[in-house]
């Protein structure tokens, strides 16, 4: 059965930067576009499709992971809610939003979460966590479990981006979009230091990109 991701291969010879548009302020910076914003955008319409077949017509409620899923989750929901207005069934949609703190703690294998409501308004509720990149898995391993403390109904996990790490915890989302090298990328709201949420396209950066965003 084939994967329902799309690979980006080791041997994957990325776009050319002459061939799309960026931000001045960046041509500087990057070597390549690995995923270009037209792909991405192609791609969440069909992972929205999943999800909205998958759930027999109940509500859920999207967990955003800040900062660097909030476009993500944004083309995510509106993907969703076009399903809703022109398909069979229609899914009521929530939204919070999540920061991670990156220290966890180790004994209790949880992670401390930062921001949100009060997640006891969980217990009984479907949950869609929408991330931007799985790069070991073991911080959403840890928010799994920290998770399942305010007892959902149910938790699935879309991710845009799974690395081939090899220090992977072998950790998969219930959903993916794009399997990609283990290499250094930004945009789509991903940054390196702060820098490069403003890009539409998911690009590796040069060395110079690297040392002028360094600090």
């Not at 840890?142 to 981006?161: E, G, I, R």
Request: with cysteine; charged share 25%.
């Amino acid at each position: 059965m084939t994967d329902n991701f799309i690979k980006v291969a080791d041997e994957t010879t990325p776009y050319s930067t002459t061939h799309f548009s960026l931000p001045k302020h960046y041509e500087d910076s990057i070597e390549s576009i690995l995923v270009p914003h037209g792909l991405i955008k192609d791609r969440i319409e069909r992972m929205a499709r999943n999800i909205h077949t998958e759930f027999n017509s109940e509500s859920m409620i999207i967990l955003c992971i800040l900062k660097g899923g909030f476009r993500f989750t944004q083309d995510l929901m509106d993907a969703l809610n076009s399903l809703n207005r022109n398909s069979g069934k229609s899914i009521q949609l929530g939204l919070d939003f999540l920061r991670l703190k990156s220290y966890t703690n180790e004994s209790s294998g949880e992670v401390q979460i930062i921001g949100g409501d009060d997640l006891s308004k969980l217990e009984g509720k479907n949950i869609l966590i929408a991330e931007d990149m799985i790069d070991t898995g073991k911080s959403m391993q840890k928010l799994l479990t920290t998770l399942a403390k305010y007892n959902p109904k149910s938790v699935k996990v879309a991710c845009l981006l799974v690395k081939r790490n090899k220090l992977s915890s072998g950790y998969r989302p219930d959903h993916i979009g794009f399997e990609i090298p283990n290499v250094w990328i930004s945009g789509y709201a991903i940054d390196y230091n702060e820098y490069f949420r403003d890009l539409n396209h998911i690009c590796v950066l040069n060395d110079n990109g690297k040392k002028k965003y360094s600090i």
